[in-house]
Nanobody
Framework: QVQLVESGGGSVRAGGSLRLSCAASGVIFRIKTMGWYRQAQGKQRELVAAIPTDGDTNYADSVKGRFTISRDTANNAVYLAMNSLKPEDTDAYYC?????????????????WGRGTQVTVSS
């Protein structure tokens, strides 16, 4: 069973930077996508950035040019460098890893979520 451990959240002033890390363990199947989502209290979880194994990286429009997602394939880790942070970036950030099993049942995707790490940006 895949387990995700996130780190790197915290409190910064507007304009500051943070770097989130997510390490995946127990990975058996091929990783399809690694990504970061965020969720404010009472709101739906939304995509921040995702980096698929095959395909292009994608970002939410609100973070383009400020956030950079990267991946360490050998160690099953994903990172999110966040620069020029704004108060509206304040949220709980969640790591998500999707793995793919190809077997007798065909192609089956499995999603795993981290517990989240809080990012707070003050003005």
């Amino acid at each position: 069973q895949v387990q995700l451990v996130e780190s790197g959240g915290g409190s910064v002033r507007a304009g500051g930077s943070l770097r989130l890390s997510c390490a995946a363990s127990g990975v058996i199947f091929r990783i399809k996508t690694m990504g970061w989502y965020r969720q404010a209290q009472g709101k739906q979880r939304e995509l921040v950035a995702a980096i698929p194994t095959d395909g292009d990286t994608n970002y939410a429009d609100s973070v383009k040019g400020r956030f950079t997602i990267s991946r360490d394939t050998a160690n099953n880790a994903v990172y999110l460098a966040m620069n020029s942070l704004k108060p509206e970036d304040t949220d709980a950030y969640y790591c998500r890893v999707t793995t793919t099993e190809v077997g007798l049942r065909g192609v089956v995707d499995y999603d795993c979520w981290g517990r989240g790490t809080q990012v707070t940006v003050s003005s």
